[in-house]
């Protein structure tokens, strides 16, 4: 395989990988990076631990998806992180419910 081959091979993974995220963020309520990973999840929580004088992060997520073109499972039922590292999360804004413009519960 050339390096073009990898990389083009590469190039249509991370596209594929950025489908499967537009295509499901939509079912999640939080966002979490970490230095090593991006995560989708419903549940966080962020515990500040202290270990021999070193703080650390332990964050545990359920109901998650791994932004991971390598992984061949992105869907995960529970995650458990320990970082010495920053962690961020975010909650996703909802859109209100829509009701359909046609159909019976239109106005």
């Known amino acids: 395989m050339s390096a073009e081959d990898l990389e083009k091979y590469e190039t249509e993974m991370e596209l594929s990988l950025y489908r499967e995220y537009r ?18 999840a419903n549940a966080v929580d962020v ?17 998650a998806w791994v932004w991971d073109m390598y992984r061949p499972a992105r869907f995960v039922k529970h995650v458990r992180v320990i970082t010495f590292k920053d962690v961020n999360v975010e909650e996703l804004d909802k859109p209100d419910l829509r009701l359909p413009e046609e159909g019976p519960f239109s106005g």
Request: zero cysteines.
């Open 47 to 63: 515990q500040v631990r202290d270990g021999g004088g070193e703080v650390y992060f332990e964050v545990r997520m359920s109901d």
């Open 23 to 40: 295509d499901i963020v939509g079912q999640f309520s939080y966002v979490v990076e970490t230095e090593r990973r991006f995560y989708l």
